[in-house]
């Protein structure tokens, strides 16, 4: 089955930088996956960060992040990255990777029920 795990959560500074990637398993056709990627504070609701399609050339970002973010893959290492700048303290959320399977050919999505698969969570705190 299809398994996704995230990993570079941690603890940095405000204005500091974090890339966090996400892994399938070795399993997984990763092509045949749009993914995404998610944040929750503690009883909030998850949020949408960042969107790409199969092959990472078309892109989506929430207005809180972009500029700040970049979403890539590499689909011969069946991996997806978040590459976060400029953090700041309301950054701090837990974020989880999402995969979608079959994707409608280059499509992005961007709602929670869009995705078939979910990553564990990385924890990421920004202090001031």
């Known amino acids: 089955q299809a398994r996704f795990v995230e990993s570079g959560g941690g603890l940095v500074q405000a204005g500091g930088s974090l890339r966090l990637s996400c892994a399938a398993s070795e399993r997984t056709t990763f092509t045949n996956y749009a993914m995404g990627w998610f944040r929750q504070a503690p009883g909030k609701e998850r949020e949408f960060v960042a969107a790409?399609?199969?092959?990472?050339?078309?892109?989506g970002y929430a207005d809180s992040v972009k500029g700040r973010v970049t979403s890539s893959r590499d689909n011969a290492k069946s991996m997806a990255y978040l590459q976060m700048n400029s953090q700041k303290p309301e950054d701090t959320d837990v974020y989880y990777c999402?995969?979608?399977?079959?994707?409608?050919?280059?499509?992005?999505?961007?709602?929670?029920?869009?995705?078939?698969?979910w990553g564990q969570g990385t924890q990421v705190t920004v202090s001031s």
């Open positions: 999402a995969a979608k399977l079959f994707p409608s050919g280059r499509s992005v999505w961007y709602r929670i029920d869009d995705y078939d698969y």
């Open positions: 790409m399609d199969w092959t990472g050339g078309r892109t």
